[in-house]
């Protein structure tokens, strides 16, 4: 395992393997990623706090950013934060964030600063290398898809009004009052809006929601 601050050879000369840094604050978790992630063949590079973080993204450019939330010095979330203003550059590198906190407030937050997934601990690894492949081979986050497109067009004004309140925290109860409808209605046009998401929950129809841009919470 590296030391702090020590950065391996990131595969940039004739060396296919994708770089990722870890941002973990917790010594035993980022050892197990660093171990995990190299054997999978990724170039690995731990740091432990927000700060030497977003100094390793800014020197290091790797290709992809797995990134805790709670931190001390500085925050996953403010990684992210001043990342994306001074360096607009990295937008599109896949970043993940890695937590222990799993309410939909945090997740939420965490979606709509632009991350491109979250992943719980404790971490399934085989369900994290998937994530990474698939960040890793995608299209950049900042271009629409055309599915993300055609849903926004089926998606009517009610229902993107209801996802909006409810990215915000608002219950069915209270989006009615501010919508001035019933709360059935509101639960009608959230209904509507989960199954043209193609989604088994109303949490999960805002989260995508938000990710794919269809609303601004």
Request: proline letters at 5%; a negative charge; charged letters at 30%.
């Amino acid at each position: 395992m590296p030391a702090v601050g020590a950065f391996p050879y990131n595969g940039r000369m004739g060396d296919d393997r994708k770089s990722i840094l870890c941002i973990e604050d917790d010594r035993e978790t980022a050892e197990l990623l660093f171990e995990d992630l190299t054997e999978r063949g990724f170039e690995v590079s731990l740091v432990h706090d927000g700060s030497a973080g977003l100094a390793a993204i800014l020197r290091t450019h790797p290709d992809l950013v797995l990134c805790d939330v709670s931190m001390p010095v500085m925050s996953g979330f403010q990684v992210l934060d001043e990342l994306t203003a001074i360096a607009p550059r990295f937008r599109d590198m896949p970043f993940l964030f890695l937590t222990a906190l799993t309410d939909r407030d945090n997740e939420l937050k965490g979606r709509t600063r632009g991350a491109d997934d979250y992943v719980h601990k404790p971490i399934d690894f085989d369900v994290l290398a998937a994530i990474i492949n698939s960040r890793l081979a995608r299209v950049p986050r900042t271009e629409p898809s055309p599915r993300t497109i055609e849903l926004s067009e089926q998606l009517s004004e009610r229902e993107i009004e209801t996802l909006t309140w409810s990215a915000r925290g608002k219950t069915s109860d209270e989006i009615a009052t501010i919508l001035g409808l019933s709360k059935r209605t509101v639960d009608f046009h959230m209904d509507n809006a989960r199954g043209k998401l193609g989604v088994a929950t109303r949490t999960q129809a805002v989260v995508k929601a938000v990710t794919g841009r269809l609303i601004e919470p």
